[in-house]
């Protein structure tokens, strides 16, 4: 069983930076595939960045290179997505997910890939 607590999320104008936080309860956090995800009000899930066990392979969604980098302390039990240039259409509930499963190709994008979940932080972006 694998808990999840994001934090960081807040207010910002557009152009601004805000760092979300994730801290995991896992004996073997460094075992688990991690990722963050979004969700604006009426629209779908999606995929926002994930974080292969070892930190060192990323992979993001299109919209959010450049701007958005995730990272993870293992020795803490934390993922950690860094965000800037933040833009109006980034505003979402953000949550990080994670499971233990190999992630190949398109699959990280998709909820379903992930076992475990948290309740989410609100990033509101104001232009």
């Known amino acids: 069983q694998v808990q999840l607590v994001e934090s960081g999320g807040g207010s910002v104008q557009a152009g601004g930076s805000l760092r979300l936080s994730c801290a995991a309860s896992a004996d073997t956090y460094n075992n688990y595939y991690m990722a963050w995800f979004r969700q604006a009000p009426g629209k779908e899930r999606e995929g926002v960045a994930l974080i292969y066990t070892g930190g060192g392979d990323t992979t993001y969604v299109d919209s959010v290179k450049g701007r958005f980098t995730i990272s993870r302390d293992n020795a803490k039990n934390t993922l950690y997505l860094q965000m800037s240039s933040l833009k109006p259409e980034d505003t979402a509930m953000y949550h990080c997910?994670?499971?233990?499963?190999?992630?190949?190709?398109?699959?990280?994008?998709?909820?379903?890939?992930?076992?475990?979940w948290g309740q989410g932080t609100q990033v509101t972006v104001s232009s």
């Open positions: 997910a994670a499971d233990f499963r190999p992630k190949y190709g398109t699959t990280w994008y998709y909820p379903g890939q992930y076992k475990y």
